[in-house]
Every structure is written in structure tokens, then in C-alpha cells.
């Protein structure tokens, strides 16, 4: 079983796939949905569930783009986010207003608020900035050195938090975007306020896996003997 909450946002997934919302919590029908429900995150305002045939669903406050479903529209029930279909995604993450999820083959895609850069799609591959955009629906990541030439690698492992987002490369780099009002990228709050595009902090061969806290940042290391 696993429980997830942000905030007065709550959801429960039973070992038989079964999802339930609320505080006093409520069954979500999902017969409709694809496969067993394997997963469960949440954000702010939104839901999101992965089944076991790789497809993702969400419903909630589609106001700030999160729902990944191309409109505002608020949805009661888990809809498939069709960008995605025929692909198979392994992982979700849910921001606070942002979506990440994580295909088979290592590509990860993104949707959602972008207030902070919290997407870090910004100035690709040395493009003349305009602003901060946000994405209506999931759209592929790609990842730049300081030199804007692209990163040919496979992402390992995503985490999110509120409005900021970090990756794990194939090469066991740890990569950044978005807020860092209290260092949660990696980088001094003084001298980043926030970082638009992914930008590397981070490498250690021994790293495993990554998480984040609304405000925090966490990278999980193998002992070595």
C-alpha cells in the first residue's frame, strides 16, 4: 500500500490496485483505466496514476496546465493523458503545478506551471531567450552543457518538488532546474534565485536514486565497502 499527501491533497493506493482520495477516503473508479494502477503522486491541486501497461492518468485542477491534457479544464475522474499514449512510461512525479514522466527507453517528458523554470526547458541548445513559457502538454526534455551542445544520455531517475525539478543522468550526474530560494538545486540561493534550464550540481559513482521535498533536494548514495 502507499499513501501520498501535499498539503489537504490526499491519495491511497491498496496492494489490488485499488485508488482512494481524501482525508475520509473516498474509492476512484478506474476500471476504465489500462492495466493494474502501480503507482500514485500527487501535487497541490492535481492527481496523477501510472498502470502496469505504462499508461498515466490524471484528473484535478487543471488550472495551471498540470493535467498535461492541452486545456484548464478540471477533471473529476483519472482521463489518460493521450501525448503519451503509445509510449511506456515507468516513472511519475508530481510538483506542485508541474507533471514529469519517465518512458522506458530513459526520455523524459514534462508539462505544466513553469513560473520558475521549474521544466528547465529554457534557452535550448543556445535559442535567444523570451520568457518563461508553460507547457499544456508532455513535452520531450532534452538537456544542455554549459557549452549548449546536447547531452546524449538516458535519464535514470526524476524527483520534484514544489516548483523545482532534478534528474539523474545515465553517468550518475545530478542535474537541476527551477526554484532555489533555499538551495534545493544545489547551487547558492545568492548567487542562483532559480535556474531556467537543467544545469549539472552534482556527481558521485555511487549515487542510487534521488528524491525531493517540497523545499529540498535529497541524493541517495551506495555505501562502499
Same mark, same amino acid.
Not at 514544489?162 to 540561493?189: F, I, M
Given at each position: 500500500?502507499?499513501?501520498?499527501?501535499?498539503?489537504?491533497?490526499?491519495?491511497?493506493?491498496?496492494?489490488?490496485?485499488? #485508488?482512494? $482520495?481524501?482525508?475520509?477516503?473516498?474509492?476512484?473508479?478506474?476500471?476504465? +483505466?489500462?492495466?493494474?494502477?502501480?503507482?500514485?503522486? +500527487? @501535487?497541490?491541486?492535481?492527481?496523477?496514476?501510472?498502470?502496469?501497461?505504462?499508461? #498515466?492518468?490524471?484528473?484535478?485542477?487543471?488550472?495551471?496546465?498540470?493535467? @498535461?491534457?492541452?486545456?484548464?479544464?478540471?477533471?473529476?475522474?483519472?482521463?489518460?493523458?493521450? =501525448?503519451?499514449?503509445?509510449?511506456?512510461?515507468?516513472?511519475?512525479?508530481?510538483?506542485?503545478?508541474?507533471?514529469?514522466? %519517465?518512458?522506458? +527507453?530513459?526520455?523524459?517528458?514534462?508539462?505544466?506551471?513553469?513560473?520558475?523554470?521549474?521544466?528547465?526547458?529554457?534557452?535550448?541548445?543556445?535559442?535567444?531567450?523570451?520568457?518563461?513559457?508553460?507547457?499544456?502538454?508532455?513535452?520531450?526534455?532534452?538537456?544542455?552543457?554549459?557549452?549548449?551542445?546536447? #547531452?546524449?544520455? +538516458?535519464?535514470?531517475?526524476? =524527483?520534484?518538488? $514544489?516548483?523545482?525539478?532534478?534528474?539523474?543522468?545515465?553517468?550518475?550526474?545530478?542535474?537541476?532546474?527551477?526554484?532555489?530560494?533555499?538551495?534545493? %538545486?544545489?547551487?547558492?540561493?545568492?548567487?542562483?534565485?532559480?535556474?531556467?534550464?537543467?544545469?549539472?550540481?552534482?556527481?558521485?559513482?555511487?549515487?542510487?536514486?534521488?528524491?525531493?521535498?517540497?523545499?529540498?533536494?535529497?541524493?541517495? %548514495?551506495?555505501?562502499?565497502?
Amino acid at each position: 500500500m502507499k499513501v501520498v499527501a501535499t498539503n489537504n491533497i490526499f491519495i491511497y493506493l491498496t496492494s489490488e490496485g485499488n #485508488v482512494y $482520495t481524501g482525508q475520509l477516503p473516498s474509492y476512484v473508479d478506474t476500471e476504465h +483505466c489500462f492495466g493494474k494502477v502501480c503507482d500514485i503522486v +500527487c @501535487g497541490y491541486e492535481h492527481y496523477m496514476l501510472l498502470t502496469d501497461e505504462g499508461r #498515466v492518468y490524471t484528473w484535478g485542477n487543471g488550472r495551471r496546465l498540470q493535467l @498535461g491534457h492541452g486545456d484548464l479544464t478540471n477533471l473529476e475522474l483519472p482521463t489518460e493523458v493521450e =501525448a503519451l499514449a503509445g509510449i511506456k512510461i515507468v516513472k511519475i512525479r508530481a510538483g506542485g503545478w508541474h507533471s514529469l514522466a %519517465l518512458s522506458d +527507453c530513459g526520455d523524459l517528458y514534462l508539462w505544466g506551471w513553469n513560473d520558475t523554470g521549474q521544466l528547465g526547458m529554457e534557452n535550448k541548445g543556445g535559442q535567444e531567450k523570451k520568457g518563461l513559457k508553460n507547457y499544456t502538454l508532455p513535452t520531450l526534455v532534452d538537456v544542455y552543457d554549459e557549452n549548449d551542445q546536447l #547531452v546524449d544520455l +538516458c535519464v535514470k531517475d526524476i =524527483a520534484c518538488g $514544489t516548483r523545482h525539478t532534478a534528474l539523474l543522468l545515465e553517468d550518475n550526474t545530478v542535474w537541476t532546474s527551477g526554484c532555489n530560494k533555499y538551495g534545493q %538545486l544545489g547551487l547558492p540561493p545568492e548567487r542562483h534565485e532559480k535556474i531556467e534550464s537543467f544545469k549539472k550540481v552534482f556527481y558521485d559513482e555511487g549515487i542510487t536514486n534521488i528524491s525531493c521535498g517540497p523545499w529540498s533536494t535529497v541524493v541517495e %548514495l551506495q555505501l562502499q565497502k
